[in-house]
Structure formats: structure tokens, C-alpha cells
């Protein structure tokens, strides 16, 4: 270590409980990319000799080849990624001692992080893409299919399951603005804001930003140093993708139990019991659902992390990557593994019709008949409510009334009503912007995928 402030080396306690190689490790490779940049720079400015730039730049180079051949050991007395690397470039070239001119750890490590955040959200970018274009295609196959919509878990009214699957395509496009709100809250240059007051030394920060893909600089010495905000930002995405994550599963567990029996998941992505020979178990969806309260705790925890740290950097944010990494891991896997099994799913139609016929799921339709009819919305409902009571307590459904019984109980009725009252024609009706009927399904079909 370069520590020529103290006159004893750190304790060994001391090293082991500050080391921070097990978290930071993994982003070997960004660290490198930016010091490659950060040396283009200083050759660049004249801060060091351009002859001297190269070669320290080939060092840089020679270690990542080292790192990725698997030949160069990392040391937790040197504490993290960014001294392990400038201490092997240094043997391999003693101009390496030059490197860190004009810069400090702390705008290191806020630049590195963005470089290796940035990779993986561009991947999660494109992995909630192919869940986008899964729900497209289920919603093309099981558009004229009918299931029962439920409120309060009751039923309500007949949908198209092709309806079903777009509304998961709503909630994971807000979750695909969020992503890219994500991507481009980092998507600033933190390199030259220094320990956290910038440098006296004539650096150019607008090229080490271009160098690294990012748009522009950070704007603020002390803030660039001290903000995490890019990272509540991903966690913020992470977490809203997981709760939809978790709501979806629940209602394909549901709809897969015999009581529904009208989803029909694929035998690959369940389980056996180790006891029960019958048994089907949708393990998948479960875990997925299970894992969802670990990515908001980790939210969770860099919130708490954030809220008592003054201005600027404290040691405290070394820890900011430990959740930060859970939830990449998991949300990437969940993500993958989850259009994999949507990609394979079935819908017994038959079942789902059955589980309408039980039910008075058509109760608003006749309700809006009556409208029509000129009844007022209230009367309508309360005349229906009476029928659907009268119903229950004689164990009869609509399609077992004749149209004198019919009109026995609301005289408005016409000849013409018996005839829109299957689950087809209710769906077919609602042809309103965004809603069920068939007709609007198969326009909303057509706009996602022009949004994709």
C-alpha cells in the first residue's frame, strides 16, 4: 500500500474487515477500461509523456489478459480491485506509479461502477425485451381464447386471455422506461471529480467521458462522489419488475391449481413431491415470487445506507455493491427463466368456459341492455342484483332461464337478450379503446409491437 501518512502497517483485522475484493472483483475489467482512458488523457494533456502513456496502456492491457487467463491473483492487503491492478501493473512497468495522477479512489470506483452497471442493465435491457416479445406472441396465440377476469379474486366479466397477457406487457414496458431512466442516470462521466474537489492539474474531462461512452461529465465534484442516486434509480426498476414478477406468478400458481385447472404450466418447469406421487408443484413460479422480497430488501438497504452519510464520500458506500450485485443476479435470472416458461404455457379453454358457467359473470351485460333500453345505470343494477339473487337461491344460471322468467323479473327484457349472453359476445362487445373485445385486443397487439 502507498500509505506514507502512517508509521504502521494496517493490523491484519483491520485488513480483513476493510477488504472489499470479494465484492468489487468482478468489475476487474471496467476498472481497467477506465484507467486506460484515464491514461489516454493524461498522454493527451502532457501530464505525462505520450511515449510513457502507451506503455502504461499496455500494461493495463497485459494485466486484464492476465486476470482473464486466470494467472494473476488478486491480494486482500492491497483492499480492492483498483490497488490489486495498479500494484501488478506497477511490476510489470514502473511508469504504472504515474497512473493515478489526477485522480482519487473515490471518483475511480463511482466511474467503474457505472461502466460495469451499464453492461449489465444494457443486458437486462435486452432480456426484458424477449419477456416484452413472449407476452406479444401468448397474446397472438391466445387471443380469441376466453377466461374468467377476476376482481377481489371474484369473477367479474369475460376477458380474452390475449387481453391478460398485454396487461403483463403494460407493466413490464413502465418497467422497461424505468430501465432506461436507469441507464441514463449514469450515463455521466465521474472521472477528474477527484477525492472530491476536482484537481489543480490541467485534466480534460470532456475526453475521458467520450472515451467511455458517457455523455457528458458530472457536473458537481462533491455531489459525483457522494451520490448513489443511479443506483436507487436500477433498484427502483428492479423492484417494481419483481412485484409485477411476484403479482404474475400468483395468478398462474392459481390458475394451475384443479380448483381452476384452466393454466396448464409445462412438466419442465415444475416439480415432483418427495412424498405425494400425484403432485405437480410449480416451483418455478413459487421461487420467483419467493425471491422477490430479497431484491427490494436490498433497496431497502442502500436506502438506509444513504440516509445519515454527509457530504461527500464515506466509507459506508463500499458496501453499496453487495445488494447491488444480489439484485442484478436475480433479477437477470428470474427474468430469463420466467419467459422461458410464459414461452411454454398453455390455456385448457374448455376449463376456463367451465369456470364461467358457474358463475354470473354476465350480470353487467345485462345491466347495459338495459341502458339501452333507456333504464337509468342505478335501476338497471339493482333490477340485475335482485335476478342474480333469485338465481342463487333456486340454483339456476342465466342460460337456464326461459325468456318469461325473464321478463317476469325485468319486464325490459326483449326476445333479443338471450342472444348476447355467452361469454363470446360479452367479449366480443367491448370494443372500446383498450379494452377486451377481440377487435381491440388484436390493435393493441399491433401497437406493441410497434413499441418494441
Known sequence: MWHGRFKQDTAKIVQDFTQSLDIDWRMYEADIEGSIAHVKMLGHTGLIPTDEAVKIEAGLRQVLEEIQQGKFTPSESLEDVHMNIEARLTEIEPLGAKLHTARSRNDQVATTTRIYLRKRLQALSTELHELLHVLTGKAKQHERIIIPGYTHMQQAQPISMGHYWLAWFEAFSRDNDRLNFALDSLNECPLGAGALAGSTLPIDREMTSSLLGFSRPTRNSLDTVGQRDYMMDYHYFASMFMIHISRLCTDLITWNTQEFAFIVLPDEFCTGSSMMPQKKNPDVLELARGKTGQVIGN??????????????????????????????????????????????????????????????????????????????????????????????????????????????????????????????????????????????????????????
Not at 419467459?339 to 358463475?359: I, W
Not at 342505478?378 to 321478463?407: P, Y
Open 299 to 452: 433497496m431497502t438497504d442502500l436506502l438506509f445506507m444513504l440516509k445519515g452519510l454527509p457530504m461527500t464520500y464515506n466509507r459506508d458506500l463500499q458496501e453499496d455493491k453487495r445488494g447491488l450485485w444480489a439484485s442484478l443476479d436475480t433479477t437477470e435470472s428470474v427474468m430469463k427463466i420466467i419467459a422461458a416458461l410464459l414461452e411454454r404455457a398453455e390455456v385448457d379453454e374448455d376449463k376456463a368456459l367451465a369456470g364461467l358457467s358457474k358463475g354470473y359473470s354476465l350480470a353487467t351485460d345485462i345491466a347495459e341492455y338495459l341502458v339501452m333500453k333507456g333504464v337509468p345505470f342505478r335501476d338497471a343494477h339493482m333490477k340485475v342484483g335482485r335476478l342474480v339473487g333469485w338465481c342463487i337461491e333456486h340454483n339456476v344460471s342465466f342460460g337456464d332461464l326461459t325468456l318469461e322468467q325473464w321478463q317476469e323479473h325485468i319486464p325490459e327484457a326483449g326476445a333479443d337478450l338471450p342472444g348476447i349472453l355467452s361469454p363470446e359476445e360479452s367479449v366480443k362487445r367491448r370494443d372500446t379503446y383498450g379494452g377486451t373485445g377481440f377487435a381491440q385486443v388484436e390493435r393493441q397487439i399491433q401497437e406493441a409491437e410497434e413499441r418494441i
